[in-house]
């Protein structure tokens, strides 16, 4: 009787969701007035073309392979994320760190015994980890050239970290990660705060020069990345210590 | 059919696997699993929002972009997506940690109440 109940309403779920679909389908793709999934818009109003063509700078500055531009980041992506929207990425990285801190305040403090690791894991994580570190540390130094960045970066250091953990290696400590992650958020805020009173304005982009397609341009912006990718590193490796280190406390008490 | 419309299609199936499996199913698991195929689909329709035909990567890769400027697609939906998907892993990390706590002092992950237990709300 009750698998008859909860058929039947999965059934109706199915039916419902279905209709709701079309409808949101058929709106979207219907030739009436206003702006569609499937315009397809001309070039003129689209973002990237406005940003690279802009002319900031001086009369003849213009976005191009080699030359000077307002912040020479050749990834445009980059640009964005950690130029003209950092606030809000900034604002991102706090997010972060508020939810690793709930999940740690939230997840029970017992003993979680971690399984011994087999030989073969043991024997390769050094080698393991150093190329997962090389990567990551790759990445967020090219994040404004190619694609990558401090976000990714920070989670495949934190994957080797992980690896390093599962092992049964002594890496890092909480307390490490704990202090890596406080200075790498004083340094974001100070350095916009520098801004504030260098430029006048805060999360100013105040180192200027260098040309687009080199590894030293694009001013602040490889810098806050590898701030971020620090701290999203120390932010995510926390959370395998939540885990790991909540039973040696219960051991002490 | 163009891309766009396949990109549109995708996406909202995408959307509606998961609020079905949200409103059907009764593991806690399973409902965070659904929450992250919505996730999925939203991210996938924001950055279908900056398609272009025949678009390229808004990276500038050597002298030669300087001419592909107007093919290049919107590189402002694939920013926030970034933020969307950090945060989504934050999320998620932390319904995580609540479902250990619920397993904790419930001993199950199932959100519908057993029969003993609806005896007992009822008595």
């Known amino acids: 009787m009750k698998n008859d109940k909860s058929l039947l309403l999965n059934i109706l779920a199915i039916a419902f969701l279905a209709v709701l679909a079309y409808f949101i389908y058929s709106v979207a793709t219907s030739n009436d007035i206003g702006i569609k999934v499937t315009d397809n818009n001309v070039v003129e109003n689209r973002v990237a073309y406005r940003y690279l063509n802009k002319n900031v700078l001086d009369e003849n500055s213009k976005y191009e392979w080699g030359g000077k531009a307002e912040d020479s980041a050749a990834n445009v992506v980059t640009s964005i994320v950690a130029d003209y929207r950092l606030f809000d990425t900034s604002l991102e990285v706090i997010v972060l760190f508020i939810t690793v801190m709930g999940f740690g305040l939230v997840i029970p403090k017992e003993n979680i015994k971690i399984k011994e690791s087999t030989e073969l894991l043991y024997h390769w994580t050094p080698l393991l980890m150093t190329y997962m570190l090389l990567v990551g540390g790759y990445m967020f130094i090219n994040g404004h050239i190619s694609p990558g960045g401090g976000f990714p970066a920070g989670a495949i250091m934190s994957t080797a970290i992980l690896v390093g953990v599962l092992a049964g290696k002594q890496t890092v400590s909480h307390t490490t990660l704990k202090k890596i992650e406080a200075i790498a958020g004083t340094l974001i805020f100070s350095i916009a705060t520098l801004g504030f009173f260098l430029k006048g304005s805060f999360f100013i982009n105040f180192l200027e020069g260098g040309n687009v397609g080199d590894l030293f341009s694009a001013g602040l912006i490889p810098i806050l990345y590898t701030l971020v990718a620090f701290k999203v590193a120390a932010e995510l490796s926390g959370i395998y210590f939540e885990f790991y280190e909540g039973g040696e406390e219960h051991d002490n008490v | ?123």
């Open chain 2, 1 to 123: 059919m163009t891309m766009s419309n396949i990109f549109l299609i995708s996406s909202t199936s995408l959307i509606f696997i998961g609020l079905f499996g949200v409103l059907t199913r009764k593991n806690i698991v399973k409902i965070l699993l659904s929450l992250n195929i919505i996730e999925t689909g939203i991210n996938l329709l924001l950055v279908a929002f900056g398609y272009k035909e025949g678009g390229k990567v808004p990276i500038l890769t050597s002298s030669d972009s300087i001419n592909h400027l107007g093919n290049m697609v919107d590189p402002v939906p694939q920013a926030l997506v970034l933020t969307s998907i950090v945060i989504g892993l934050g999320t998620t990390a932390f319904a995580l940690g609540l479902t250990i706590r619920y397993y904790k002092t419930h001993g199950t992950l199932n959100i519908e109440a057993n029969d003993e237990e609806e005896v007992t709300a009822h008595e």
